[in-house]
C-alpha cells in the first residue's frame, strides 16, 4: 500500500535552516508530482510547494518562495523539503502528500503523517 | 490567488443528522475542487475529487455537488465518527488553496 514518511522536524532558531524528507513506497514514486502542504498549530492546510513528476518543474508559495527549496531523488524514492531562513510563522506540522497525477495538479489522494518544525528562540 | 470560504466554520450535529457544508470559490475553478477529512490528530484523507467523484472506500454517505465557484459537501445520516474537520481545496490555479476548514461536533 500507498506509504509516505516524513522525517527531520526539529525545534530550530529563526534564521536558520533545516531540510525534510519524505520517504514514499508502495507506489510507482518517478510517476507522481509531489507536494508539501503544512498546518500551523490548531489552523487550517495550507499549500507549500509542488514538483513534477520527473522534478522538471516547481511551484511554491508565496510565503515561503525564496527561502523553502522542493526537491525529489526518484532513485531513492524521496522528496525533500530545504528550508531556510526560518521564521516563527513557518511552525507547522508539514505534511508530505501525493498528486494523483503525473504532471500536476490534481486531488492529493494519499499523504504521509506529517512532520513537526517549530522555529523558536 | 482563489480564496475559497468555507461554511459554516463548525456545526454541532446529532448522529443521523444530514451535514451540509459549503465551499464558495472568489472566482470560475470549473470542477477542481475536492474534499478532505481530517480527524483529530490525523492525516488529512481525500474524501471527494473534482466536485462529485467518489473515493474507493470512502463511506457512500458521503457525497458532493457544484460547478464553477459554488460546491457543496454533504453528509447523509451523519455517525460518531465523522466527528472531524473538513476542508475543500481547488487545484485549478496557483497558488493552491484550501478553505479555512469546517469543524463538526457531535452533539
Known amino acids: 500500500q500507498v506509504q509516505l514518511v516524513e522525517s527531520g522536524g526539529d525545534v530550530v532558531q529563526p534564521g536558520r535552516s533545516l531540510r525534510l524528507s519524505c520517504a514514499a513506497s508502495?507506489?510507482?514514486?518517478?510517476?507522481?508530482?509531489m507536494h508539501w502542504v503544512r498546518q500551523a498549530p490548531g489552523k487550517g492546510l495550507e499549500w507549500v510547494a509542488v514538483?513534477?513528476?520527473?522534478?522538471?518543474?516547481?511551484y511554491y508559495a508565496d510565503s515561503v518562495k525564496g527561502r523553502f527549496t522542493i526537491s525529489r531523488d526518484n532513485s531513492k524514492t524521496t522528496l525533500y523539503l530545504q528550508m531556510n531562513s526560518l521564521r516563527a510563522e513557518d511552525t507547522a506540522v508539514y505534511y508530505c502528500a501525493r498528486d494523483s497525477g503525473t504532471i500536476c495538479c490534481r486531488a492529493y489522494d494519499s499523504w504521509g503523517q506529517g512532520t513537526l518544525v517549530t522555529v523558536s528562540s | 490567488e482563489i480564496v475559497l470560504t468555507q461554511s459554516p466554520d463548525f456545526q454541532s450535529v446529532t448522529p443521523k443528522e444530514k451535514v451540509t457544508i459549503t465551499c464558495r470559490a472568489s472566482q470560475s475553478i470549473g470542477s477542481s475542487l475536492h474534499w478532505y477529512q481530517q480527524k483529530p490528530d490525523q492525516s488529512p484523507k481525500l474524501l471527494i475529487k473534482?466536485?462529485?467523484q467518489s473515493i474507493s472506500g470512502v463511506p457512500s454517505r458521503f457525497s458532493g455537488s457544484g460547478s464553477g465557484t459554488d460546491f457543496t459537501l454533504t453528509i447523509n445520516s451523519l455517525e460518531a465518527e465523522d466527528v472531524a474537520a473538513y476542508y475543500c481545496?481547488?487545484?485549478?490555479?496557483?497558488?493552491?488553496?484550501f478553505g479555512q476548514g469546517t469543524k463538526l461536533e457531535i452533539k
Open positions: 473534482y466536485a462529485s
Open positions: 508502495g507506489f510507482t514514486f518517478s510517476s507522481y508530482a
Open positions: 481545496h481547488q487545484s485549478s490555479n496557483l497558488p493552491y488553496t
Open positions: 514538483i513534477w513528476y520527473d522534478g522538471t518543474k516547481e
